[in-house]
């Protein structure tokens, strides 16, 4: 399944009116994002040898209960995935919330275009949200395939500039049991970044992001069993463009 950059807009604008109608019908709340990464950095770790991604996410959000559908496609690898999910909002107190989810990922492709793989992945957070300067979260990740899980602590603070801009520093750690790798558990990766938004008009706002990861001990002990040689610490970055269509 290799699109081209125009079949790629062609098939997410198809993706967005098709829940835009969905929309319609159910008075919900409706966002599209679409944007680029310069690479395809999760957990740490550089998913594809060459380039960046491509990517467009809809979601349909009704009361507590939003669902969603993401493609991503590599700029310069042959590599598509498909994530479609649902997650759930709750509401712990006035100063705690929480959200549990489910998402089904499809991939194909990555370096070897006979691979396909199927996961399923379970996935909560934590947030303790007193303050907007200072907002500490705990995530945890099940995967199915892996059967092996994923946890990470982050800080972030959000600092509105003025009624257009805004800034969000942020930091985390990141802990890998068997989601990433088998043969480790432990610490995984040190992560730092920013996020910057500017709010073009009421409904449309743009995004950028810039990061830094420093591999531990799960990704350094990956790399050296693999034979693995160069930095193993990532720089990358984004620009994106949001929507609420409704």
């Known amino acids: 399944m290799n699109l081209s950059l125009s079949q790629y807009l062609l098939l997410s604008a198809l993706i967005g009116l098709t829940v835009g109608a969905q929309a319609e019908e159910m008075a919900t709340q409706w966002y599209v994002s679409t944007g680029q990464d310069s690479h395809y950095v999760t957990e740490g770790r550089n998913n594809l ?3 960046g991604i491509y990517w467009t996410n809809t979601q349909l959000t009704k009361d507590e209960l939003t669902g969603f559908v993401t493609l991503v496609r590599g700029s310069n690898s042959h590599y598509v995935e498909w994530n479609l999910g649902v997650e759930y909002l709750i509401k712990l107190s006035d100063t705690l919330e929480s959200y549990v989810g489910y998402q089904r990922l499809e991939t194909y492709g990555s370096g070897d275009s006979s691979l396909r793989n199927s996961d399923n992945e379970f996935f909560s957070k934590v947030s303790y949200t007193q303050w907007r300067w200072l907002t500490p979260s705990l995530s945890y990740t099940y995967s199915t395939l892996a059967a092996g899980y994923f946890v990470e602590l982050s800080l972030h603070s959000h600092w509105q500039l003025d009624d257009k801009i805004s800034l969000s520093p942020y930091l985390s750690q ?7 790798t088998e043969a480790h558990n432990g610490a995984n990766h040190f992560q730092l970044g920013i996020e910057a938004n500017y ?4 409904p449309l706002r743009l995004s950028a992001h810039l990061a830094r990861t420093w591999s531990m001990a799960d990704i350094d002990n990956e790399a050296q069993s693999t034979g693995l040689e160069g930095s193993l610490d990532q720089t990358y970055g984004g620009l994106h463009l949001h929507w609420q269509l409704r």
């Open 174 to 180: 990141g802990f890998d049991f068997q989601y990433a």
């Open 199 to 202: 709010q073009l008009a009421k």
């Open 49 to 51: 040898s060459q380039g």
